[in-house]
């Protein structure tokens, strides 16, 4: 059992606390959002609402789960704690800017949960290597810890793939909706055949392979992907375009 914080009770916050259900665990979520506050204390075991303060000196670990520019105005001034574990989920906060904000708490990571945490199975990339993340989510989510904190930054560019690759499969189930007139069949039939092609841990090559099977010349999903070759310079124009936000060298290692 331990003693968790939340500081920000959103989106990201109500997934790790119901992927954190049935540890356990004590946790403290802040009182914003009040809405999102209430359904998880009544939700899961454990959880109790108390004010920043209070969940800074009650928790031994506390998660950051702000927008960042709020981060920098309600963090300072909380009791923060030496010996004590912070692990922010923020975009656009650096570990240099955190140890600021939390001194003099040194124990900081920095991981990139996404929604699908609250069922498991969710990638957890981190840095640096965190034994507590390790503990309280590896067992449901592969914990991927990283070299630098570049790397970390880059994994928070990769992240963004999810909504361009949703609102792909959506444009598909309309354009396959427009045919058959059911628009939720369309959109199961889509999810149901994408999914058949990721499996939870994927091992390495598993995509490109999958990807040599549909290569057929001729074939229906070489043509679309032929008609669609641009747009694979436009995603790597759009991720390139995160190099500055998230202070990304100009050159990685894989480019020269
Ligand atoms: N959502 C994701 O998929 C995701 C994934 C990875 C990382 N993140 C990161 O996680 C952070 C939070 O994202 P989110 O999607 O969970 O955002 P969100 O749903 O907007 O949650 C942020 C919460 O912070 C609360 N808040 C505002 N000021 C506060 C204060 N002074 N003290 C305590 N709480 C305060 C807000 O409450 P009110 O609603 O009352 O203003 C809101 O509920 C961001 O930095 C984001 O980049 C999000």
Redesign the pocket.
């Known amino acids: 059992m331990a003693r968790l914080g939340f500081?920000?009770?959103?989106?990201?916050?109500a997934a790790m606390v119901r992927g954190l259900a049935g540890q356990g665990h004590q946790i403290l979520v802040?009182p914003?959002?009040?809405a999102?506050a209430t359904a998880l204390v009544a939700e899961v075991a454990g959880v109790a609402v108390a004010p920043?303060d209070q969940v800074v000196a009650g928790s031994d670990v506390v998660f950051l789960?702000?927008?960042?520019r709020?981060a920098e105005?309600?963090l300072p001034g909380l009791p923060f704690r030496a010996g004590q574990t912070i692990i922010s989920?923020?975009?656009d906060a650096p570990l240099a800017k955190l140890r600021q904000l939390c001194a003099p708490v040194t124990d900081i990571a920095i991981t990139?949960?996404?929604?699908p945490i609250a069922k498991g199975g969710c990638p957890l990339p981190v840095y640096p290597a965190s034994p507590v993340v390790e503990a309280l989510f590896g067992q449901r989510n592969p914990v991927i810890p990283l070299r630098s904190e570049a790397a970390l930054s880059a994994h928070l560019g990769a992240?963004a793939l999810c909504s361009p690759i949703l609102d792909q499969l959506l444009a598909a189930a309309d354009w396959l909706a427009g045919f058959t007139g059911d628009r939720d069949a369309a959109e199961t039939y889509i999810a149901a055949m994408i999914r058949g092609y990721l499996p939870a841990r994927p091992a390495p090559g598993e995509l490109a392979g999958a990807l040599a099977k549909l290569s057929t010349g001729g074939g229906l999903n070489a043509t679309l992907r032929a008609a669609m070759e641009p747009a694979k310079a436009d995603l790597r124009r759009g991720l390139d375009g995160f190099r500055g936000r998230l202070q990304l060298a100009e050159k990685d290692g894989n480019r020269g």
């Open positions: 500081i920000g009770t959103g989106e990201i916050t802040s914003r959002n009040a999102v920043n789960c702000l927008l960042a709020v105005e309600a989920v923020m975009v990139i949960p996404l929604p992240s």
